[in-house]
Nanobody, 125 residues
Framework: QVQLIESGGGLVQAGGSLRLSCAAS????????MGWFRQAPGKEREFVAAIRWSDDSTYYADSVKGRFTISRGNAKSTVYLQMNSLRPEDTAVYYC??????????????????WGQGTQVTVSS
């Protein structure tokens, strides 16, 4: 069973930056795309960003457009999330996800069949 392993979370002041990484445990893992979601305490898991491998199209939630950038590594089993101009409302557990069955905007949790364990991002004011 393939695992998605996230890293890069932590504590940062408002206005700061963090870079999250996610890698599949098997380098030859094949998917249609990968994405990032986040979940704050007491809230639903929400879409943050996604990338589709077929044409490297990227998609973002309105709340992070212009501040976050999703990108992939050389292998299509690694994805990054560069987060700039962080705000306290960005505080959440961030989850990496991969889909092996759907190639669209992939903005919903049900579009994905593999999930990471999550990494905490805390932005202090």
């Amino acid at each position: 069973q393939v695992q998605l392993i996230e890293s890069g979370g932590g504590l940062v002041q408002a206005g700061g930056s963090l870079r999250l990484s996610c890698a599949a445990s098997r380098r030859t893992f094949s998917s249609y795309g990968m994405g990032w979601f986040r979940q704050a305490p007491g809230k639903e898991r929400e879409f943050v960003a996604a990338i589709r491998w077929s044409d490297d199209s990227t998609y973002y939630a309105d709340s992070v457009k212009g501040r976050f950038t999703i990108s992939r590594g050389n292998a299509k089993s690694t994805v990054y999330l560069q987060m700039n101009s962080l705000r306290p409302e960005d505080t959440a557990v961030y989850y990496c996800a991969a889909t092996t069955f759907y190639s669209g905007e992939n903005a919903y949790t049900y579009d994905y069949d593999y999930w990471g364990q999550g990494t905490q991002v805390t932005v202090s004011s």
